[in-house]
Structure formats: C-alpha cells, structure tokens
C-alpha cells in the first residue's frame, strides 16, 4: 500500500474541496490513496478499481482523528457526492467505499500517451482501437462497456429527478444488460445511456416489487400467528 503514487491536479483549487475543513480534505486524500488501483477480492467480494474498505476506526488511527470527527467528513463528502458507500460485510467490518471520479483523475497513460487500463480483459485477443479523444473503454462482464467515469456518475444523481443507482443495483443493472446482450444480441451506441434509461426502471421496479412481496408475507405471517 505504501508504494505508487497518486495523481494530484491543478483543477482541485477550483473543487469543493478545497473549500473543506482541514479534517475533511485529509479524510479525503486518506481514501484516495487507499483505493484499489485494481480489482481485488475481499471476503468473497469483488472489491473494483476505486474502491475501498475502511471502517471508521481504522480512517480515525490512519488520520489521527477522532471517530466523530472522521464520522463528519464522511458525511461531507456523501453529500458533495465525493464518494458512496454501503455495508456489504457489516458495519463492524468496514464500509465499501467508492470514489465517484477516481477514474476521471487516476487514469494510467502508456508512452505514447493514450489511456490504458491493463486491469481490462478485452473481450478479443486483439487490442481495441482507441481514437483521438475519446476515453477508453473498459469492458465489464463479458459485453458491458463503460469508461470509468461513466462507472462512477451511475452513483451519482442525474436528470430532473435525481436518479441514481446504489452500487448493489449498479451491479445488478450491468448484469442485466450483458445478459440482454449475450441473450438476445441486442445492440446499442451507448451502454451508459442504456443503464439511465429502460434497465434503470427495470431495476427500481423490481426491487419495489420484492419489497411489496416481503411486506404481504409478512403481513400474512402476523394475520396467522393472530
């Protein structure tokens, strides 16, 4: 963890924050620095490239801050839509915690200058075709391509009415879509745009519907033991 580097830009004067508490940047650059620069696997979960585990103890001994303190910047940077986090193993374990625009920074260049993810698989032997100014790709399933950026802003509220997947439903969504894909050979320009679209109700409304489901067992559960 103590080797590599870390990309710093110019752009973060002009960032909120720059503008936070003290405590608040140093939590910031804490996570940053802690992010996976690839996929790995914790405890049966795939952890990407962005993200991270921490639990509130170990951000408050790592920045020598107390957990309160730690407990507030987190919610800062929730609400600056920084990062998103969730509690797949249990709070007690440690949050996931996903920076939102970690790709938009941390993108590798080869030396010739053109972004490369070597943490990709192609979907081909052969190398895809990148072109001038346009962001790479990287191929998520077996068919899913998203940039990385494209990967974040999923979590992140967009259009009139504040849209946003949780990473959980993230994940269920690409999994739809390359499912789609393989099944039944549908093809689209934009794999992003798809996700904001038609597969993002898809999503909502199943979920809605499981909810429903569990509250009519369990109210056929109470009305029994009644």
């Known amino acids: 963890m103590k080797n590599g580097y870390i990309k710093l ?3 973060l ?16 650059v804490y996570l940053i620095l802690s992010a996976n620069h690839e996929p790995k696997w914790h405890r049966r979960i795939r952890i990407e490239r962005g993200q991270t585990v921490r639990s509130l103890t170990q951000i408050s001994d790592a920045c020598r801050m107390s957990r309160k303190t730690v407990r507030h910047a987190i919610k800062v940077l929730l609400e600056d839509n920084f990062i998103v986090r969730d509690e797949p193993f249990g709070a007690h374990r440690g ?3 996903t920076l939102c625009e970690y790709g938009t920074y941390q993108d590798k260049k080869n ?5 490369s993810n070597p943490l990709t698989t192609p979907l081909t032997p052969h190398k895809q075709e990148v072109k001038k100014n346009e962001k790479k790709k990287n191929i998520y399933l077996q068919t899913v391509l998203l940039t990385d950026e494209e990967y974040g802003k999923l979590l992140i509220p967009w259009g009139k009415d504040k849209k946003c997947y ?13 499912n789609s894909i393989r099944a039944k050979g549908y093809s689209y320009k934009s794999h992003y745009a798809v996700l904001q ?3 993002y109700e898809k999503i909502k409304n199943s979920e809605s519907k499981s909810i429903s489901t569990y509250e009519q ?3 056929i559960r109470k009305e029994l033991v009644i």
Request: hydrophobic share 35%.
């Open 9 to 11: 830009h110019r752009t």
């Open 13 to 28: 004067l002009d960032s909120k924050l720059w503008s936070c508490s003290d405590a608040t940047f140093r939590v910031a």
């Open 95 to 97: 949050h996931r915690i």
């Open 111 to 115: 030396k010739k200058g053109t972004l």
């Open 166 to 178: 949780t990473i959980d439903e993230r994940e269920r969504a690409i999994e739809f879509l390359d």
């Open 197 to 199: 679209g038609w597969i």
């Open 217 to 219: 067992q369990k109210k």
